[in-house]
């Protein structure tokens, strides 16, 4: 019977996603009793701040468990607009901004609104898993922009420009960036917005989700250089910086037409978000960020310890990430070698079951980003999964021939 199902045709040529494949794979070798050290996912091994939690148990408490404005609350929109002004310098009104189930979903809603069939994407690589996907969802096609270890995988504005066409619609950038920990300097994304200012016609999604989590760097957000603002989405949200992936909770600021077009879809699809979610997320906008700072410091110690030993393994070139919680080695080198089974490893993927299988260490392929002489590293981990994990690798390499 099910073998005679048809489907919507953008939905079975959907990819999963290979993160969450690989942290699947990971648990369910954890249940047939294997050590697996898991530094596949991108979440935060912090508990969600004490003042955010007790906003949520206070919702709870005071009966703030019914549906909202379908936009977000004006509470929580105040706050979130009253934060863009104090960190960024962007003035927005309260209904620029839409509240979503997670910045995830404010970048699917914004990529729906904004392209059609025929009108392309441009996703620099490595990429985060879902922006291809969701600009294929939408009818568009993605245009993949190399870039590459040499440059600190950012795009330049030479590679932009001569990447846009008569066809492209929306550029995406992620700085913070997952996979690679990349922050686009001020005077890069200068670079890139003098490109943009000569094509009128693109639009830019700036997914910012990793603001708070920088450790060399200055975040500037995209919107607030001149003349782009009215032609960019800017996606942030709560799950990285507050530690709160749970609680599902993200948003978009932009132009009234955009941002009034993505509640329509949202309206019909989802709704608002959790009451309880954006109960916690004004606690969040509004609280002092001392154990957000605490947080990052520990990200910086971690950070500081993989690349350390990172850069003592043969073959293996990384730029120190300037923020998020990731490295992306190019390990392109070990490509063609031989596993102590007899198999050849051809790729990244390959590198990467071989050091689940083997070593019982979970890392996700460069292939799932777009850049496959790479993978990825998280180390929102504990030190102690951090440095077993290491010396996995380590010897998991050294074992190649």
């Known amino acids: 019977m099910a073998e005679s199902i048809s489907f919507n045709r953008r939905v079975e040529s959907m990819q999963p996603s290979a993160t969450l494949a690989m942290k699947s794979r990971a648990t369910a070798m954890r249940r047939e009793g294997h050590p697996v050290v898991a530094l596949s996912a991108g979440e935060p091994d912090f508990d969600t701040p004490a003042p955010i939690a007790q906003a949520g148990k206070d919702a709870i408490e005071t009966g703030f468990t019914h549906y909202t404005e379908n936009p977000g609350t004006m509470e929580l929109r105040e706050a979130i607009a009253h934060k863009l002004q104090r960190d960024n310098d962007l003035d927005y009104a309260p209904d620029q901004i839409l509240c979503s189930n997670g910045a995830k979903q404010s970048i699917a809603l914004a990529t729906h609104v904004l392209c059609d069939a025929g009108d392309e994407v441009l996703i620099p690589a490595p990429y985060w898993v879902s922006y291809p996907e969701m600009a294929r969802f939408a009818g568009a096609e993605p245009s993949v922009v190399p870039t590459g270890v040499e440059d600190a995988y950012k795009l330049t504005p030479a590679a932009l420009d001569a990447a846009i066409t008569d066809r492209t619609r929306l550029l995406i950038l992620c700085s913070p960036s997952n996979p690679t920990g990349t922050v686009y300097t001020p005077e890069e994304l200068e670079g890139l917005a003098e490109v943009l200012r000569d094509n009128e016609h693109v639009f830019v999604l700036s997914d910012e989700i990793y603001e708070y989590v920088l450790y060399d760097a200055e975040h500037r957000a995209f919107a607030s250089l001149p003349g782009m603002k009215e032609r960019t989405i800017t996606v942030n949200g709560f799950s990285k910086g507050f530690a709160m992936t749970g609680w599902r909770l993200g948003y978009m600021a932009g132009p009234s037409a955009i941002v009034k077009e993505s509640a329509k879809v949202q309206g019909q699809f989802t709704s608002a978000p959790c009451s309880i979610s954006q109960k ?55 490509f063609g070698t031989t596993a102590p089974n007899g198999e050849i490893i051809e790729d990244s993927s390959d590198l990467c079951f071989y050091l689940l299988e083997d070593r019982y260490v979970a890392l996700v392929p460069g292939t799932a980003f777009g850049a496959p002489n790479g993978l990825r590293i998280s180390y929102a981990s504990s030190m102690e999964d951090l440095e077993t994990a290491m010396d996995r690798i380590d010897d998991g390499l050294a074992a190649l021939r």
Do not use: K
Not at 309 to 323: F, K, N, Q, S
């Open 280 to 334: 916690a997320g004004t606690a969040a906008m509004q609280m002092d960020l001392e154990p957000v700072h605490e947080m990052v410091a520990a990200f910086r110690e971690r950070r500081d310890f993989v690349m350390d030993r990172l850069r003592a393994m043969d073959g293996v070139r990384c730029p120190t990430p300037e923020g998020a919680f990731y490295v992306y080695p190019d390990v392109s080198d070990y």
